[in-house]
């Protein structure tokens, strides 16, 4: 995420300026470098052989998943984020409504949550491995509870 800055404090004795090492904050700038880092995956639903999405962003660090989606004011149609390890989302300061998908180890289906709409939690979804989210609508006719899903880089 980038090199420490180096700031300038004044120390309380003396008036001394001291030198003290700032990690850099998480904007979104940041958060877009990480999970662009992460890479992307293409998501298959086995069951029903059909493509669920063609490109979802990989957040696999804390910083990627708190804020997820937030920076963005849209999803394309075959956009997405794959949240992992996850078991519950929410969607505060989110400007658009969103489906999601939870699945357990086995690339299981294990929820679907349609139209989750902003300034709401998802339930938490006991022994969920990570969470898809799509954008509204998506999820119609392609998954459902118990379907296989199969992720590619």
Same mark, same amino acid.
């Given at each position: ?20 090492? %700032? ?19 293409? !998501?298959?639903?086995? &069951?029903? /052989? ?11 660090? @804390?910083? &990627? #998943? ?6 963005? &004011?849209?999803?394309?149609? $075959? ?6 390890? +996850? ?5 505060? @300061? ?6 999601? %998908? ?5 690339? #299981?289906?294990?929820? !679907?949550?349609?139209?989750? #709409? ?6 938490? %979804? ?10 509204? /609508?998506? +999820?119609?006719?392609? %998954?459902?509870?118990?379907? $296989?899903? $199969?992720?590619?880089?």
């Amino acid at each position: 995420m980038g090199r420490p800055q180096r700031v300038w404090r004044r120390s309380r004795q003396r008036g001394l300026c001291v030198p003290r090492q %700032v990690r850099p904050g998480f904007g979104h700038r940041q958060v877009r470098a990480a999970a662009l880092k992460g890479g992307t995956v293409k !998501v298959f639903n086995k &069951t029903k /052989g059909l493509r669920v999405l063609g490109s979802a962003a990989r957040a696999e660090t @804390f910083e &990627t #998943r708190l804020l997820g989606l937030i920076p963005r &004011t849209c999803l394309g149609a $075959e956009e997405g984020l794959w949240l992992e390890p +996850c078991a519950m989302i929410h969607m505060c @300061f989110m400007r658009f409504a969103i489906d999601a %998908v939870f699945v357990d180890r086995e690339n #299981r289906v294990l929820r !679907v949550i349609e139209n989750l #709409r902003p300034w709401r939690f998802s339930p938490w %979804v006991a022994g969920a491995r990570g969470v898809l989210e799509l954008p509204s /609508g998506r +999820c119609a006719g392609r %998954v459902e509870e118990g379907d $296989e899903l $199969e992720f590619t880089p």
